[in-house]
């Protein structure tokens, strides 16, 4: 729904996932090339192609307008397990195979590539006997992965603003490893520490200003109300097939049939904005998630509820990183000392990472358009009076 608000951001995640595949494999090289660990030619080869197979995979379980339509997915289910079921589903586990018969031919059979490997990877399942394999998942998912290093610049580019760039070169040119219990770990070396800083914030403005912007968060809220008025029993289907049937143009469709009959869908396509009258500010404490519950009931008593809608689902956490933790923590951002080669957290040296730990979780109240004037009157009154 971001493009209802900011017009350019019509682009797609076949992009986004082209462009994952080509910072993993450069982030992969500079790790590699720079760390103690050794690895055969093979190995290299073989685990840029893993990579490079997962980077292209790993958003295709997303349903249309992406995390905006998760909340009706069948019960139990998220985008990753459908992103599972469509790598060994679909005509996609079949090129997988091939180009794993191609690597067990050069290399020999333990460098076969299936599809439950690639899933298994990316889903951080038991690595068995190969360890490095957790080496590799902490380059698509973790808090220094190349999925929200293109996304960052992906998005802010389409979306014509500034808040999500950092330098990503520079980002990976300090990405290296370090051992732990005789396995590869991925770490920053010292350098890296400000522009790993200037990452974390990138991600942290782009969850206020964009995927948060008051407007967007209340198409969100629109088409959760849709989906569950088209869509088979308000859920998505679990069949594979019949979920891959619903892409964003057919939903797009049913709510262009539904808009007569439907207020949610009516105004997702005639874009019918209900303007925000109440918020609390982006990490909101006990005074200020009160005064809103207070001033939200009094406008319910006088207008009645079914005239506003509430938004107090736009939570997260600037980043995962633990506070107080060691280095032996497989969350922890491991920074290593080029001179001495000394291993530390992020933590230990950041004091930004160190101090945002607060949850940006904004609360919203929206109102019909024809209620807003008197609205914001009462409001205004109540507030003379508290």
Same mark, same amino acid.
């Given at each position: 729904? $971001?493009?209802?608000?900011?017009?350019?951001?019509?682009?797609?995640?076949?992009?986004?996932?082209?462009?994952?595949?080509?910072?993993? @494999? #450069?982030?992969?090289?500079?790790?590699?090339?720079?760390?103690?660990?050794?690895?055969?030619?093979?190995? #290299?080869?073989?685990? @840029?192609?893993?990579?490079? /197979?997962?980077?292209?995979?790993?958003? /295709?379980?997303?349903?249309?307008?992406?995390?905006?339509?998760?909340?009706?997915?069948?019960?139990?289910?998220?985008?990753?397990?459908? @992103?599972?079921?469509?790598?060994?589903? $679909?005509?996609?586990?079949?090129?997988?195979?091939?180009?794993?018969?191609?690597?067990?031919?050069? %290399?020999?059979?333990?460098?076969?590539? *299936?599809?439950?490997?690639?899933?298994?990877?990316?889903?951080? =399942?038991?690595?068995?006997?190969?360890?490095?394999? *957790?080496?590799?998942?902490?380059?698509?998912?973790?808090?220094?992965?190349?999925?929200?290093?293109?996304?960052?610049?992906?998005?802010?580019?389409?979306?014509?603003?500034?808040?999500?760039?950092?330098?990503?070169?520079? /980002?990976?040119?300090?990405?290296?490893? %370090?051992?732990?219990?005789?396995?590869?770990?991925?770490?920053?070396?010292?350098?890296?520490?400000?522009?790993?800083?200037?990452?974390?914030?990138?991600?942290?403005?782009?969850?206020?200003?964009?995927? !948060?912007?008051? *407007?967007?968060?209340? !198409?969100?809220?629109?088409?959760?109300?849709?989906?569950?008025?088209?869509?088979?029993?308000?859920?998505?289907?679990?069949? $594979?097939?019949?979920?891959? =049937?619903?892409?964003? @143009?057919?939903?797009?469709?049913?709510?262009?049939?539904?808009?007569?009959?439907?207020?949610?869908?009516?105004?997702?396509?005639?874009?019918?904005? %209900?303007?925000?009258?109440?918020?609390?500010?982006?990490?909101?404490?006990?005074?200020?998630?009160?005064?809103?519950?207070?001033?939200?009931?009094?406008?319910?008593? #006088?207008?009645?509820?079914?005239? !506003?809608?509430?938004?107090?689902?736009?939570?997260?956490?600037?980043?995962?990183?633990?506070?107080?933790?060691?280095?032996?923590?497989?969350?922890?951002?491991?920074?290593?000392?080029?001179? *001495?080669?000394?291993?530390?957290?992020?933590?230990?040296?950041?004091?930004?990472?160190?101090?945002?730990?607060?949850?940006?979780?904004?609360?919203?109240?929206?109102?019909?358009?024809?209620?807003?004037?008197?609205?914001?009157?009462?409001?205004?009154?109540?507030?003379?009076?508290?």
């Amino acid at each position: 729904m $971001t493009y209802l608000v900011f017009h350019g951001a019509e682009h797609t995640r076949f992009g986004h996932s082209l462009g994952v595949m080509f910072l993993v @494999t #450069k982030a992969f090289n500079s790790a590699v090339e720079k760390g103690e660990y050794e690895f055969s030619e093979a190995k #290299k080869d073989w685990y @840029t192609q893993i990579l490079r /197979l997962i980077a292209l995979t790993h958003d /295709l379980g997303h349903a249309p307008f992406s995390h905006a339509s998760e909340n009706v997915f069948p019960e139990g289910m998220e985008h990753e397990d459908f @992103t599972e079921k469509i790598v060994k589903e $679909t005509c996609i586990a079949n090129y997988i195979r091939e180009i794993g018969k191609t690597y067990q031919e050069k %290399y020999g059979e333990e460098f076969n590539i *299936t599809p439950e490997l690639i899933c298994n990877i990316y889903m951080g =399942r038991d690595p068995g006997e190969n360890s490095e394999f *957790t080496f590799l998942k902490s380059f698509m998912d973790s808090e220094l992965d190349c999925d929200k290093m293109d996304y960052l610049l992906r998005d802010s580019m389409f979306c014509g603003v500034n808040y999500g760039r950092y330098d990503v070169d520079r /980002l990976i040119s300090s990405l290296t490893m %370090y051992i732990q219990d005789g396995c590869p770990r991925l770490a920053i070396d010292e350098g890296g520490v400000q522009v790993f800083e200037e990452f974390v914030l990138a991600r942290y403005f782009m969850f206020i200003q964009v995927y !948060f912007h008051r *407007t967007r968060r209340y !198409f969100d809220i629109m088409l959760h109300r849709a989906l569950k008025k088209i869509l088979p029993d308000g859920k998505y289907p679990e069949s $594979t097939n019949e979920y891959l =049937r619903w892409d964003d @143009t057919r939903v797009i469709q049913e709510m262009q049939k539904n808009a007569s009959n439907d207020e949610s869908c009516k105004n997702i396509v005639n874009r019918i904005v %209900y303007p925000r009258v109440l918020h609390t500010n982006t990490h909101p404490e006990g005074g200020d998630r009160r005064e809103f519950k207070l001033m939200e009931g009094r406008l319910y008593e #006088k207008y009645g509820k079914e005239n !506003f809608i509430e938004d107090c689902s736009a939570g997260k956490m600037p980043h995962k990183i633990p506070i107080k933790t060691e280095i032996t923590d497989e969350r922890a951002i491991v920074i290593v000392d080029n001179s *001495t080669g000394k291993c530390t957290t992020i933590s230990e040296n950041s004091h930004i990472i160190r101090n945002l730990t607060d949850k940006i979780d904004i609360l919203r109240l929206y109102v019909k358009p024809e209620l807003k004037a008197d609205v914001i009157t009462y409001i205004k009154e109540i507030y003379k009076e508290i």
